[in-house]
């Protein structure tokens, strides 16, 4: 069974910054893409950053130059470093798996609120 989870949330002051990680459980964590998604209050979930599992990354535009996306497959897990963070970034982040053409999982999600 593959698990996902999640962690690193919490509160942050606008410009600081906070690391999210995903530990993956169950799945051939090497051979799979990774990344991270988010979704504030009222909107639709959104891109934030992937990873493929030869380590090319890929960024929603907001994000490109703050945030850093990596992976160590040795501990199976996916991290999302995340600078100058902004009010707006207030969202739960989810983890996210490509475990094949036809199969996605997500983590429970970690809440992420920047306020000062």
């Known amino acids: 069974q593959v698990q996902l989870v999640e962690s690193g949330g919490g509160l942050v002051q606008p410009g600081g910054s906070l690391r999210l990680s995903c530990a993956a459980s169950?799945?051939?964590?090497?051979?799979?893409?990774m990344g991270w998604y988010r979704q504030a209050p009222g909107k639709q979930r959104e891109l934030v950053a992937t990873?493929?599992?030869?380590?090319?990354?890929n960024y929603a535009e907001s994000v490109k130059g703050r945030f850093t996306i990596s992976r160590d497959n040795a501990k199976t897990t996916v991290y999302l470093l995340m600078n100058s963070l902004k009010p707006e970034e207030t969202a739960v982040y989810f983890c996210?798996?490509?475990?094949?053409?036809?199969?996605?999982?997500w983590g429970q999600g970690t809440q992420v609120t920047v306020s000062s």
């Open positions: 169950g799945t051939d964590f090497s051979i799979n893409a």
């Open positions: 990873i493929t599992r030869g380590g090319t990354t």
């Open positions: 996210w798996e490509k475990y094949s053409v036809f199969k996605d999982y």
